[in-house]
């Protein structure tokens, strides 16, 4: 089992920015792949954006250009910074740790039912 810990949620204005933080206490992420995930009101959980080691980040069309996943590794933590937020983009967003193999197929890599452990996740709010 895997405790994944979100922070950085909040409100902002359409245009603002905001910066989401994943840490594992206790649990180097070095060599696995983390992903964010959301789910806005009444919609299904969509793969956001992911991270591993060796290749590139990779995106949901709806957020290229405006978001960006880096991990840290000497603090051992994932970050999705999110600029240029619209009102679409609300929703709870969810870290999550995948399998490094899910990582290297285009088709599972943001498919939800992929996802080996999940954060409690954090609240995402943009008004207009």
């Known amino acids: 089992w895997l405790q994944l810990m979100e922070s950085g949620g909040g409100s902002a204005q359409a245009g603002g920015s905001l910066r989401l933080s994943c840490a594992a206490p206790?649990?180097?992420?070095?060599?696995?792949?983390v992903a964010w995930f959301r789910q806005g009101p009444g919609k299904e959980r969509e793969g956001v954006a992911g991270v591993y080691p060796g290749g590139a980040p990779y995106y949901a069309d709806s957020v290229k250009g405006r978001f960006a996943i880096s991990r840290d590794i000497a603090k051992n933590t994932v970050y999705l910074q999110m600029n240029a937020l619209k009102p679409e983009d609300t929703a709870m967003y969810y870290c999550?740790?995948?399998?490094?193999?899910?990582?290297?197929?285009?088709?599972?890599?943001?498919?939800?039912?992929?996802?080996?452990?999940w954060g409690q996740g954090t609240q995402v709010t943009v008004s207009s």
């Open positions: 999550a740790f995948q399998r490094y193999t899910t990582c290297l197929d285009d088709a599972k890599r943001l498919d939800e039912r992929e996802v080996t452990y």
């Open positions: 206790g649990y180097t992420f070095e060599s696995d792949c």
